[in-house]
């Protein structure tokens, strides 16, 4: 039988459950694919905190909302994530606020980085899962957004970072799930 993460999600667990036990195969990395304003995201804060909460570390690393952002669309959710990113078990790399001129202090578990530098994700990636995996044997993760990262880089550049975070993720035991958003065809 294959090992499950639930998702957060119960009705999502649902309908994964082909063998009776549903949520995310553990061990893996699962792509979330769609148009745009779907919940993709949404999903993501979900499967996080689904584990924050059951003593399950988190690598989030985001490319579409800066830390405020994130933090802040967290909050509506009635979630103050403070105490994990206090007691360690949140690690958040923020590849977007650089961009919009935010300057933030790098944290013990908050590193800046920068769509526009595909290697310094990897290489704090490598940082983030080490932190983590030692922390816990079992862990989640989350790239959100793959669409991002390519708007800014050349593909081979960004097949390669995400070559390394699914390397990562199963090498140290996490589970992973990375989004991609799908434009939107006109109808001619």
């Not at 920068?114 to 995996?133: A, E």
């Amino acid at each position: 039988m294959i090992l499950r993460i639930p998702s957060g999600i119960p009705g999502l667990d649902v309908l994964a459950a082909g063998d009776g036990v549903g949520g995310i195969p553990e061990n893996t990395v699962t792509l979330v694919y769609g148009p745009p304003k779907v919940g993709k995201s949404i999903f993501c804060y979900q499967f996080m905190y689904n584990g924050l909460l059951q003593g399950e570390p988190c690598l989030y690393i985001t490319a579409d909302y800066g830390i405020k952002q994130f933090q802040q669309n967290t909050r509506d959710f009635g979630w103050e994530l403070d105490k994990y990113f206090h007691e360690e078990s949140l690690y958040l790399i923020d590849a977007i606020s650089s961009v919009s001129g935010n300057k933030i202090m790098d944290t013990p578990t908050y590193l800046s980085s920068s769509v526009h530098n595909p290697t310094d994700i990897m290489v704090k990636l490598g940082v983030g899962t080490r932190f983590i995996s030692g922390n816990s044997p079992r862990f989640r993760s989350v790239l959100d957004s793959l669409t991002t990262l390519m708007a800014f880089n050349q593909e081979m550049l960004i097949v390669r970072v995400l070559t390394a975070y699914i390397m990562r993720i199963k090498e140290d035991g996490g589970t992973g799930i990375v989004t991609y958003t799908r434009a939107l065809q006109t109808i001619k």
